[in-house]
């Protein structure tokens, strides 16, 4: 094993080493490269400068507890930042330690990064306090205080544990950037914290940093790394609604066709000749011209539809004047359908909305049939695939603010998708909408079919149909739909009205 930094030995790549845990203290510069990345033990953490996009927010309780960390445990894991000095990873630790007057401390330096894997590194990094396996993970015994690498012969793991979404990511990132994490043990071998860490160096056959530390704080430092110092926060990241469309699956007009389950399941025995329904988000549209096709009277909005790359403007007003035309000659709809749309909102208040836009278009007695993804999607089945299950595994690792969103960097947007409970569904659409009459659950998502009741406050509407109906496109315009949208959902609502006295 090769000690990077402990107490009183000498480090295996020059110079003595004094404790970590006291930063302050007369230490050389210590570094490992691994081409153009260096751990360097002692960086100016001064010199640092944070990310505009980290994701966690962090309450004076946990910054306290954080520095307690500190002062009992030492910097035991290295904060991750560019060559430039912009913090990657470890913004509460970097606070903290500069709150005490800690100057320097470990800081792994990634050369080259690009924006993709910078936010990468943050959430990944951020989010390795939560991870889990199954089996327990060991580095062997050692009698080394500080860091030191383990060779992979050292490291013992199941390796098909639960957990191969987050490893994949953690290797991904290896592999671009060298070894850019670590795990903390105690001397006797047994790993604290960064578990899935570890196995992924055992997969690629690579050493594993390990910052050790004595038997006889395994329970301290259990009651430190199991605390969340910290939460998601996705507030300040800046919004680019139209990115969002790019989810939109092709359904029927596909090369691949993929039949909706809300369609097949929801929709399907509520169709009568008579039956006006609005698919409001209808993506591409496939299952509305489906349903025309048939004679249906079924209409579509979409507000970022798209031609290859780009917003097909004159499609997209020429969806929503028909069916506002609609609207002001016939009234309220029988039908709305939210399919995969509130997935895909990327904020509370564009979730309610879309929800609440729905449920206005849609008559009184009517129904709104929504479906999305489910939070098990998350937390469970693909979650904790192993590696056996290795080609089902979802596409990348989550994190959830306390709202249920998740963010992450596409093409240079950000890109948010709601992933709710079944519990938290239900309750949206019952506070929106009225009670729900049917549900359908698979393992991945919720199907709700809720009739109309709810006396909805038409200030709330009105802002919400404003908002809907004049979303931004990436060209600087934006649908431009706004006044049109409201005066013809207050027709409609005022002949709807009529109908019924």
Avoid at 281 to 300: M, N, Q, T, W, Y
Avoid at 416 to 444: C, I
Wanted: aromatic share 8%; glycine share 10%; charged share 25%.
């Amino acid at each position: 094993m090769g000690a990077l930094h402990g107490q009183g030995r000498r480090n295996a790549v020059g110079g003595q080493a004094e404790g970590l845990h006291r930063p302050n203290g007369v230490e050389p510069r210590l570094r490992r490269s691994v081409g153009a990345r260096v751990l360097d033990l002692a960086y100016d953490l001064r010199k640092l400068k944070p990310a505009a996009y980290n994701p966690r927010k962090v309450t004076e309780e946990a910054r306290l507890n954080l520095q307690r960390s500190l002062r009992t445990i030492g910097f035991a894991k290295p904060i991750i930042a560019t060559d430039a000095g912009v913090i990657l990873a470890g913004h509460q630790r970097t606070g903290a330690a500069l709150s005490m007057d800690w100057t320097s401390g470990p800081v792994f330096v990634a050369s080259g990064t690009n924006e993709t894997d910078e936010v990468r590194f943050n959430q990944m990094h951020n989010g390795t306090d939560l991870d889990t396996v199954d089996h327990p993970v060991h580095v062997g015994e050692s009698t080394t205080l500080g860091f030191e690498d383990v060779p992979p012969e050292k490291i013992s793991c199941n390796p098909k544990t639960s957990g191969v979404h987050l490893r994949k990511e953690i290797i991904l990132l290896i592999c671009r950037y060298g070894l850019w994490g670590g795990v903390v043990a105690t001397q006797s071998g047994v790993v604290i914290s960064g578990q899935q860490y570890a196995i992924a160096c055992f997969t690629l056959g690579r050493p594993c940093r390990t910052y050790r530390i004595p038997n006889d704080q395994l329970d301290l430092a259990r009651e430190f790394f199991g605390q969340q110092y910290g939460e998601f926060s996705y507030a300040h990241l800046p919004r680019s609604t139209w990115v969002q469309a790019l989810a939109q699956p092709s359904r029927l007009g596909g090369k691949k066709k993929a039949r909706s389950m809300l369609y097949d399941i929801m929709v399907a025995s509520h169709l009568k000749p008579e039956t006006r329904l609005l698919d409001f988000g209808c993506g591409h549209g496939d299952h509305v011209d489906e349903l025309r096709a048939k004679g249906h009277k079924a209409f579509g909005i979409e507000f970022f539809h798209r031609q290859g790359t780009r917003i097909a403007a004159t499609k997209v007003h020429s969806m929503i004047d028909r069916a506002l035309a609609d609207l002001r000659e016939n009234g309220l709809f029988d039908i709305v359908v939210l399919d995969s749309v509130l997935t895909s909102t990327d904020s509370v208040q564009a979730r309610d909305d879309v929800i609440r836009c729905a449920s206005a278009l849609c008559r009184p007695g009517g129904l709104v049939i929504a479906a999305g993804k489910n939070r098990t999607m998350l937390t469970g089945g693909y979650a904790t695939a192993s590696t056996t299950d290795e080609r089902k595994a979802h596409r990348r690792i989550e994190f959830l603010d306390d709202d249920g969103f998740t963010a992450y960097l596409r093409n240079g947007n950000w890109y948010f998708q709601w992933y709710p409970t079944f519990e938290d569904a239900r309750k949206l659409m019952e506070d929106h909408v009225g009670r729900v009459e049917k549900s359908y659950r698979t393992g991945n998502y919720w199907l709700y079919t809720a009739r109309q009741e709810v006396a909805l406050d038409q200030d709330q509407v009105l802002g919400s149909l404003s908002r809907e109906f004049n979303l931004p496109w990436p060209t600087g315009r934006t649908v431009g739909k706004s006044e049109q949208a409201v005066n013809a959902w207050l027709t409609g609502k005022a002949l709807t009205a009529s109908f019924i006295t």
